[in-house]
T-cell receptor, first 115, second 109 residues
């Protein structure tokens, strides 16, 4: 089983619909992230959370919200989806304890298409 | 601003050696990462450099020069399965990762 699990893996929706992407992890990491990836643009950070009570905006947070329900769960919501939110979304976790590099561990990705 | 530059695409031959360069300008430096990403899949960690020099891990090596803001990933004895995108990322002074757009590596028989 994957250490970082995303659901759904694929979703097609219509403009204006509310969408939630969920992420859960079994690595015991405190830090969780949501990224989107578009062709030619690399990974862009949407939101991140360093613990359950900590939520921070990334470089492209407009149009998105998140919820950190527990150490192991971090959800991303699109309140009213629009076509330019069509992308591949990744959840990731990391830890920065002494001796760790801070490398990210990624989920398998959620491909979202907004028509 | 902060930016990471790497070539968009490279082509190499099976069995050969290829070097993928990455230059960066960031607010502070707390390490440089290389990730491999096959099409439609998640990125996977390849290497981490925080001190100048070469880190070798099997067929893959990564080099860092902090004074030049430069790194490269060296892949030896190329295999068809090495066809993928290679992502360079720098951790800045706030421990945030700044990502390059990735280099798509195409391996030909």
């Amino acid at each position: 089983d994957a250490d970082v699990t995303q659901t759904p893996r694929n979703r097609i929706t219509k403009t204006g619909k509310r969408i939630m992407l969920e992420c859960s992890q079994t690595k015991g990491h405190d830090r969780m992230y949501w990224y989107r990836q578009d062709p030619g643009l690399g990974l862009r950070l949407i939101y991140y959370s360093f613990d359950v009570k900590d939520i921070n905006k990334g470089e492209i947070s407009d149009g998105y919200s998140v919820s950190r329900q527990a150490q192991a769960k971090f959800s991303l919501s699109l309140e009213s989806a629009i076509p330019n939110q069509t992308a591949l979304y990744f959840c990731a976790t990391s830890d920065l304890r002494r001796g760790d590099t801070g490398e990210l561990f990624f989920g398998e990705g959620s491909r979202l298409t907004v028509l | 601003g902060q930016n990471i530059d790497q070539p968009t695409e490279m082509t190499a031959t099976e069995g050969a050696i290829v070097q993928i360069n990455c230059t960066y300008q960031t607010s502070g430096f707390n390490g440089l990462f290389w990730y491999q990403q096959h099409a439609g899949e998640a990125p996977t960690f390849l290497s981490y450099n925080v001190l100048d020099g070469l880190e070798e891990k099997g067929r893959f090596s990564s080099f860092l020069s902090r004074s030049k803001g430069y790194s490269y990933l060296l892949l030896k004895e190329l295999q068809m399965k090495d066809s993928a995108s290679y992502l360079c990322a720098v951790m800045d002074s706030n421990y945030q990762l700044i990502w390059g757009a990735g280099t798509k590596l195409i391996i030909k028989p």
